[in-house]
């Protein structure tokens, strides 16, 4: 627990003094929310399409980010350094909850201005808090093993994003139908089986996060 | 099994390496072929060869950072091997290939290190290390603001936080100036380990008692 907290503490500094992650996290999300603000041009959007909107922003602002904590590991070489200091366990949690500080900072930030600049009725708060934290858990216990992985890729944009979407799919999917019904919509897919699956997703792609990152950062 | 962590070990268990028939390859490029040798605490072993002849390689095997394709390399601690996830707890390796955190200061450094490796040293160890180098008074710098000399110096720093029982230094004096290469050596000899020195410079080569010659880039392999 100290080392993993360790770990967590010291990309927080770092990155509290270079801005690597947080710069590319809230200019895409704002950039996207803007132009898509502009390209709807006021016009109300339906609770399917407001939902599909929100978690595409967030599904790709995650991507261009949240990889980040490992690809700067390599980039810069402290790689070795970190392997051949700290468990294996503890550079795995103590990025996964930096990069979940992260993610819910931008759900925190980017609720609002959705809510203002697309002019969407959020009517289920309660239902739309546990979305986004279930939903986040599993996009950053996903990404974070991805993240280590692609980090040894030379291609690694690319093959971000191939391997990250299919993964991601069933959460995302899922997370579209539960926002749907949070912006007032009806979905097909009962709520409270929608956030089981999400539920589901998060437990199971942590403990195989956990599980499976000892192999992708030693081999 | 022995207790392989150094900060709970009551008396100091005796190491070991042993490197049995390694061979490793990358591609077509056959990087070593046969490898051979073992190699104890208080003992120093050089491995030399050209550019590209794998020294390298050879050191991030021995770290456990890359996998032979056959052979076995083990760490032993009273007889006993270590299992290669726990390696990290004894190796110290100062590298081209590793670096410090720049955006972080020496002694943020060495406290993560301290911290993430459970070694609990004290403040008072990082400023002792860092004077030994010749850091007094840059310990609340950034790395970035330092001189590849005097990161070269903070990174053994940091190797020897943990008074690793293998140390492994790859080029250990490529950018360092007269003065800090004997503080590097005089460091070195205060301290009880297993040595293994990657170079091609013939001085750093004769400082260790034996030596290990990596074949040609071209793929020959190596003799050990």
Known sequence: MVEMWAVFRKDLRSEYRTRYAVNALFLFALVTLTALSFATGGAGLSPLLAAVFFWVILFFSALSSLAQTFVKEAETKTELFLKLTAPDDAVFFGKWGFNLLLIVLLEIVLTPLFVVMLDVNLVHWEIWAGALLLGGVGLVSTITLLGALIAAANVRGALFSVLAFPVLLPLLVTAIRVSEVCFGGRSEVATGDAFLVLGAYAVISTTAGWLLFPFVWRD | ?224
């Open chain 2, 1 to 224: 099994m022995p207790d392989d962590n150094p900060k709970t070990s009551s008396v100091a268990p005796q190491f070991s390496l042993i490197i049995d028939n390694v061979s490793k390859s990358f591609g077509p490029h056959l990087i070593c072929r046969n490898i051979t040798c073992e190699l104890a605490i208080g003992q120093s072993l050089a491995v030399i060869g050209p550019n590209g002849s794998g020294k390298s390689t050879m050191v991030k095997m021995i770290a456990g950072l890359v996998r032979p394709d056959s052979g076995r390399i083990r760490h032993l601690l009273d007889g006993f091997p270590i299992k290669p996830e726990y390696w990290h707890r004894h190796v110290g390796l100062v590298s081209p290939e590793l670096a410090l955190y720049e955006e972080l200061t020496a002694r943020e450094n060495l406290a993560f290190a301290n911290q993430v490796g459970g070694w609990e040293r004290s403040r008072r160890d990082f400023d002792d290390l860092l004077a030994e180098f010749g850091l007094k008074g840059r310990g609340d710098d950034r790395v970035s603001t330092y001189s590849s000399g005097m990161k070269q110096r903070l990174k053994l720093a940091a190797a020897l936080l943990k008074e690793p029982r293998l140390l492994l230094l790859d080029e250990p004096t490529i950018t360092l100036d007269v003065d800090g290469t004997a503080r590097v050596w005089a460091a070195l000899a205060r301290r009880q380990t297993a040595l293994i020195i990657a170079t091609n410079d013939p001085e750093e080569a004769g400082r260790a008692e034996a030596r290990l010659a990596m074949g040609a880039p071209e793929g020959r392999g190596a003799d050990g």
